[in-house]
């Protein structure tokens, strides 16, 4: 049995994207339809996806290994892209189940296939160490999370790559630094900041924003170009290398986030900013990757700014936002 290499695999059948209805994965889903190739986003939730993506509605936290492995030898897929998963603010239960259990039964499935896809696997750089101040992480960076979020993504992680070093997937692993742009979820700060001020500039008063912190640097990267990353990485004839950083390498002081969207905003804020409790930041105070095992391997780089990001987030909320406090005169 030998893995099938993507473009072999492409005349096979369609990209199934895991996850394909979340934030991350409703862009995924359009950058792979956007090169033409068929797609399939298996979900729980029905969300927006591009008219020539399918959907396969189920969670795949509640698929077996033997359910997965059904659907896979079904569709005959050249890439599978593993995007599912809840955030980082679920229970440590839920967490381990939506990221463990269900990259586990997908590596249980990929086994099990008589012709193996291309794997894409989402981690996060919070997998790392808390990197020393002004050091970029790069892919031989130790590994030692300090939250439950990252030590979960890592034993996910480490599944696939054990997986890989055995001869029974294909299969890559991007670690993503801090993701941002058009549909953020309120659960991130870039996400709550632009709530907070579309409902202000809805309600015609001074937006209200009170933190902890805020301080340190990031690396923040644009949903957009994660989603190319991925492409980039499924489709790369023999990437060698199988786990990549996927960042814009350029560390963001935290606190640009919420100055950052206010001004681009133009809606009046009234900013409290408490001092940042004891003990350690996650992640550290100081974050941001080394891309260049990606630009090298992949061709792939981050090209849209840190501020273009973010007015394109803003510009995203402001208009959902007014839209649904708009009066529905059609059931009067």
């Not at 990437?239 to 950052?260: A, C, K, S, T």
């Amino acid at each position: 049995m030998r893995p099938a290499g993507p473009d072999e695999g492409l005349a096979r059948g369609p990209v199934v994207v895991l996850g394909g209805t979340g934030w991350i994965g409703r862009w995924v889903c359009a950058a792979f339809a956007a090169t033409g190739r068929p797609v399939l986003a298996v979900a729980r939730e029905l969300r927006p996806l591009p008219d020539d993506v399918r959907l396969y509605r189920l969670d795949a936290a509640g698929l077996d290994t033997a359910g997965l492995t059904s659907l896979l030898a079904a569709e005959r897929p050249a890439i599978v892209v593993n995007a599912a998963g809840g955030y980082w603010t679920g229970s440590l239960a839920h967490m381990e189940h939506s990221f463990i259990e269900v990259t586990r039964r997908l590596m249980g499935a990929i086994d099990r296939l008589p012709e193996r896809p291309r794997v894409v696997h989402l981690g996060t750089v919070l997998e790392y160490a808390p990197p020393a101040y002004g050091v970029p992480l790069t892919e031989d960076a130790p590994t030692a999370p300090d939250t439950d979020y990252g030590r979960i993504k890592l034993a996910s992680t480490r599944m696939v790559t054990d997986a890989v070093r055995a001869g029974r997937a294909d299969a890559v692993v991007l670690r993503l630094a801090n993701v941002c742009g058009i549909g953020a979820p309120v659960q991130s700060l870039p996400g709550r900041v632009a709530a907070e001020l579309a409902e202000a500039a809805v309600l015609g008063r001074p937006a209200r924003l009170e933190f902890t912190g805020l301080t340190g640097h990031r690396d923040y990267v644009d949903v957009r170009d994660v989603a190319r990353a991925i492409v980039a990485a499924a489709t790369a004839p023999d990437p060698g290398r199988r786990l990549f950083n996927i960042g814009g390498g350029v560390p963001v002081p935290v606190r640009e986030v919420v100055d950052g969207l206010i001004a681009v905003s133009g809606v009046p804020a009234d900013l409290t900013v408490h001092p940042a409790q004891a003990g350690p930041a996650a992640g550290g105070l100081w974050s941001a990757v080394d891309p260049g095992a990606a630009a090298e391997t992949l061709g792939w780089r981050a090209e849209i700014t840190f501020a273009e990001s973010l007015a394109a987030h803003w510009a995203d909320v402001s208009t959902a936002t007014r839209a649904a406090a708009e009066p529905d005169w059609s059931a009067a």
